[in-house]
C-alpha cells in the first residue's frame, strides 16, 4: 500500500516537472494561454438562457469540469508561469 502511494506521489511529481517546463518555453506559455481561453477559467460557468433567465445546470456542470481540467494543470505552475500566462497577457490586450 505505502509502495502504491510513494508511486502516485513520483508520479505527480514527474507530472509537476513536466508541466513546469512546458511552461517555461514561448511555446507552452501561448499553448497554456489558449487552454486557459478554452476552460473557461476567467468566466462564469453558470449557463442558462438569458430570456427566461433558467440556468442550464447540465451545461453549467460541464463548463465547470473544463474549468476544474486548467484549475488541475495550473496548480504545476510557479508564480512566474501563473504571471505569464495570466496576467501579462491581459496586460498586452489593454495597451
Given at each position: 500500500?505505502?509502495?502504491?502511494?510513494?508511486?502516485?506521489?513520483?508520479?505527480?511529481?514527474?507530472?509537476?516537472?513536466?508541466?513546469?517546463?512546458?511552461?517555461?518555453?514561448?511555446?507552452?506559455?501561448?499553448?497554456?494561454?489558449?487552454?486557459?481561453?478554452?476552460?473557461?477559467?476567467?468566466?462564469?460557468?453558470?449557463?442558462g438562457?438569458?430570456?427566461?433567465?433558467?440556468?442550464?445546470t447540465?451545461?453549467s456542470?460541464?463548463?465547470?469540469?473544463?474549468?476544474?481540467?486548467?484549475?488541475?494543470i495550473?496548480?504545476?505552475?510557479?508564480?512566474?508561469?501563473?504571471?505569464?500566462?495570466?496576467?501579462?497577457?491581459?496586460?498586452?490586450?489593454?495597451?
Open positions: 500500500m505505502a509502495d502504491q502511494k510513494d508511486k502516485k506521489e513520483q508520479r505527480k511529481a514527474a507530472v509537476r516537472k513536466a508541466v513546469q517546463k512546458i511552461a517555461s518555453t514561448e511555446a507552452g506559455v501561448i499553448f497554456f494561454r489558449w487552454l486557459k481561453e478554452e476552460c473557461h477559467f476567467e468566466f462564469t460557468t453558470l449557463s438562457d438569458p430570456q427566461s433567465h433558467e440556468v442550464n447540465v451545461a456542470v460541464a463548463r465547470e469540469y473544463e474549468r476544474k481540467k486548467y484549475l488541475d495550473r496548480q504545476a505552475f510557479t508564480e512566474n508561469q501563473k504571471f505569464k500566462i495570466e496576467v501579462q497577457q491581459d496586460q498586452t490586450k489593454q495597451e
